[in-house]
Every structure is written in C-alpha cells, then in structure tokens.
C-alpha cells in the first residue's frame, strides 16, 4: 500500500503526471494547472486514480466526456481530494481548455472523499464561485457533475453498490443529494438563470433499483423553484418537471413499484405526492398559477 499526500499552490503552469510505476499497488495522479490556484491531495489504498475530463463536459452524460489529465484553468481554484480504499477514480476539470471572450474561471471550489472500491467522481466547474462536496463510500458508485454560469452549489453523498447520480447546474442552483441502497439512478438538470430566480432540489433514496429525475427551467421573476424528493424501497419511479418560477413539489414514496410524475409550469403552484404501499401511481400537471394539489396513498 502506498500513501501519498501533495499540496499545490500558486503555481502558474505545471503538468505534474505520478504514475504506477510498474507496481501493482501504486496510485496515480495526472494535473495540469495554469493560474494561481491550489489542489490538496491525500491518496491511500490501492490503484486510486485522480485526472481529468474533455470532451463535452458541459453535461453530465459521462459517455461525451474525454478522460485525461486533471486540469486547472484561470484563479484562486481550489481542489481538494481524499482517496481511502481501492480502485477510485477522480476526473475534474476547473475552468476550460482555453478561456472565452476573456472570461477565466474564478474562486470555484471542488472536495471529494471516496472510501471503498471502484467509484467514481466526474466534476466539471466553469465560471465563478461554484462549489462541489462530493462523498461517497462503499463499492461501484458515480457521481457527474457539471456546473457553468455563476454560484451553484452541490453537495452530495453517495453510498451502497452501484449506484449513479448525474447533476447539471448553470447559474446559482443548489442540490442536495442522498443516494444509498443498490443499481439506483438520480438525475437533476437546474438551468435558467436570473437574479432571485436559483432553484433547489433535495433528494434522498435507500433502496434497490429505484429512478428519479428533477428538471427545474427558471424563467426570472420572482424566485426559482423547489424540489423534495424521498424514496425508500425498490423499483420505484418518481418524476418532476418544473418551468418559469417559483413552484414548489414535494414527493414521498415508501414501499415497492410506486410511480410518480409532477409537472408545473406557471408561477407559485405546489404539488405534494406522499404514496406508501406497492403499485400505487399518481400524476399531477399543473399550468398556471397559485395552483394546490395534494394527493395521499396507501
């Protein structure tokens, strides 16, 4: 077992690649980073990996990224990555490949903690002040983010086997995410952005093969929406669509193959979805405003 620890800072141009080293235990770390900024790094375990990813990583559909060297671009960027167990892997990459209309990213923030085996974190941070805390333990588990525009915000932990969250922001959203139990999926898409219109989505899942997605789209105005979602069980499926701003929904399922699906579009409607039990389904779509549903199962 090897143990590693490096701490950058400042440093205006540097590729740094540590590679195995032909021995089976060795980790690896493979930087580049141009800019004032600073990257902490702590390995130990076996064949842990920390680089990078191109391609388009402006989604967090990990099949359009391109893995290499982890990257830092622009100032005042901060990394820092905890590597406990074996065979995990962090790609980041803060700020692009070269900057556009002058624009460098800035005071974007990345922390991951990984303990297990064979999990993954993809990050991707444009712009300025976007901050990321990622942990994850246990085996099998990814985590993709991508955030552009200004001052979003994830924070998430990860556990169990198998496991995948996907997370996309582009301008001042927040997640809080929960994801245990086994061969779960969570997507959350946030775009749209204007000030007083950042949008928050929380989700908590424990459980087997179960499936959530949130989209929340604001449009300005008054404020930007809300979403709660929690599932504990198996095969259950919850759905939210959000549009224009300031909607509100609120989903809970406990049990075995429940499904529900929310969409809003207006301004100021709430939908609460509580299901307990096996097999229950609800669907509520909304269009307009100050609209108020509830619906209770069991």
Avoid: C
Avoid at 55 to 79: E, H, I, K, P, V
Avoid at 124 to 152: K, L
Avoid at 201 to 207: E, I
């Amino acid at each position: 077992m090897t143990h590693r620890k490096i701490y950058l800072a400042g440093v205006s141009a540097l590729a740094l690649a540590l590679p195995a080293a032909g021995y089976a235990n060795e980790n690896t770390l493979v930087i580049m980073t141009e800019g004032d900024n600073s990257l902490y790094v702590d390995q130990s375990g076996i064949g842990n990996t920390i680089g990078t990813a191109g391609g388009d990583t402006t989604t967090a559909d990990l099949a359009a990224w391109d893995f290499s060297s982890a990257r830092q671009t622009g100032f005042n960027n901060a990394a820092g990555i905890m590597q406990q167990g074996d065979y995990n892997q962090v790609l980041f990459q803060q700020g692009p490949e070269s900057a556009i209309d002058g624009e460098e990213a800035m005071d974007n923030t990345l922390q991951v903690e990984q303990n297990g085996f064979d999990n993954t974190v993809s990050v991707f941070q444009d712009n300025t002040f976007n901050f990321a805390e990622i942990y994850q333990y246990d085996d099998n588990n990814t985590i993709a983010v991508s955030q552009t525009g200004d001052s979003n915000q994830a924070h998430a932990d990860q556990g169990g086997t198998g496991n995948v969250a996907e997370v996309t922001q582009d301008g001042g959203h927040t997640v809080w995410l929960s994801q245990y139990g086994q061969d779960s999926y969570v997507g959350i898409d946030q775009v749209g952005y204007n000030s007083g219109s950042a949008s928050t989505a929380s989700y908590y899942g424990d459980g087997i093969n179960n499936f959530a997605y949130i989209y929340q789209e604001a449009d300005g105005g008054a404020g930007g929406h809300t979403a709660d979602v929690n599932q504990y069980g198996g095969d259950n499926s919850a759905h939210v669509y959000q549009r224009e701003f300031g909607n509100n929904a609120t989903l809970h399922q406990n049990g075995d193959m429940n499904y529900a699906f929310v969409d809003q579009s207006g301004t100021g409607n709430f939908a609460e979805v509580n299901q307990d039990g096996y097999g229950n389904i609800a669907t509520v779509a909304q269009l307009g405003d100050g609209g108020h549903i509830t619906i209770l199962q069991n």
